[in-house]
Structures are given as structure tokens and as C-alpha cells.
């Protein structure tokens, strides 16, 4: 076994446990919170912006005004969350601690897919070699996460526009699921 298939192995079971000791509605509010926090950060990081220029700190970078109302608005959110729904989790009982490890291990299955086929598009561009054929996990989780989240192909496509050595742009009337 590989290390690579050692540490995927360890995130995802402590992703299980998290998702056993949490429950399904936890975790739901959880990622709910994140897709909320992704969707109102902009308007808020706005806000964010006046209120800091209003007492004479100024804002370069934007990401950081980005960040702050990310983090906000996802601690709002899950504070508010778990205060109005205390109870319904534990009545739920053994049916929410399951519930929660499948969503718990989709959510970390699909980052781990995003991050996987990052590393592997940029590989033969830096010469990191991609994922080594000694691993076993890495790309089963590849491929169970493709079937969720057809990422590598959108990644690669990405990068291909973007990182492409000789300069050549894609054309827009390439199809997104062209696979290099």
C-alpha cells in the first residue's frame, strides 16, 4: 500500500467518524452553510469593505474582506442552524448518525476527487509524476467521485485553457467533456 492510499485511508475514516459522532442533520447544515457562505460572501464582503474603510483601515486585497465574510456567514448560519433544530438530530438517534457518515464521506469524497485530479492535470507540467501506479485507493476514489462529480474532465479542460505551454488557446466550440 501506498502512502498516498495511507493518508486517503485516514481522511476518510476520520471523515466517518465525524460524520457517526455529528449526524446527518448536522452535516447537512454544515455543507448547507458553506454553499450559503459561498453564494452571500460577495455581497457581504462589500459591506465588509465599507465598514473597515469607514474607520480609516484600508483594504487591499479583496480576498481577505472575501475570507472574513465567508467565515462570518458560515458560523451565522450553522449558530443559528443548530439553535432552531437542537432537538430534531438526537430524536432521529442511530438512522442520523448513519445518514451522517454517507453525507460526511460524499463531502470528502468529492474535495478529494477535486484535489486529486488538481494534482494529477498539473503533473506533467511540473513533472511531479501523478498519482504513482502503486496506489489502490486513489483511483477508486477517482473514479467513484467521477460518477458524482465530473470534475477531471472540467479541470482539465480548465487547465488546458489556462496552463497550455504553447499558448494555444481552446476553442470555445471544444466540448467541456474532451478528455486530454
Known amino acids: 500500500m501506498h502512502w498516498l492510499d495511507i493518508v486517503l485511508l485516514i481522511l476518510l475514516v476520520i471523515s466517518a467518524l465525524r460524520g457517526y459522532r455529528s449526524g446527518f442533520v448536522a452535516q447537512a447544515i454544515g455543507l448547507g452553510s458553506v454553499v450559503l457562505a459561498y453564494i452571500l460572501a460577495d ?3 462589500l459591506v465588509v469593505i465599507d465598514l473597515f474603510a469607514s474607520k480609516g483601515v484600508s483594504l487591499t486585497a479583496g480576498w481577505i474582506s472575501w475570507s472574513l465574510a465567508f467565515l462570518v456567514v458560515v458560523t451565522l448560519t450553522r449558530w443559528i442552524a443548530r439553535f432552531l433544530l437542537k432537538g430534531v438530530g438526537q430524536m ?3 438512522v442520523n448518525r448513519l445518514a451522517g457518515v454517507v453525507l460526511s464521506l ?6 478529494l476527487v477535486v484535489l486529486l485530479n488538481i494534482y494529477s492535470s498539473l503533473s506533467p507540467r511540473y513533472g511531479w509524476g501523478g498519482i504513482p501506479e502503486a496506489c489502490t485507493i486513489a483511483p477508486e476514489i477517482q473514479k467513484v467521485g467521477e460518477t458524482i462529480l465530473p470534475t477531471r474532465l472540467l479541470i482539465q ?3 488546458r485553457e489556462h496552463l497550455d505551454p504553447n499558448g494555444v488557446e481552446v476553442a470555445p466550440t471544444d466540448s467541456i467533456y474532451t478528455v486530454i
Open 157 to 159: 479542460q480548465g487547465l
Open 43 to 45: 455581497p457581504v464582503s
Open 92 to 94: 432521529l438517534g442511530v
Open 106 to 111: 460524499l463531502v470528502t469524497m468529492m474535495l
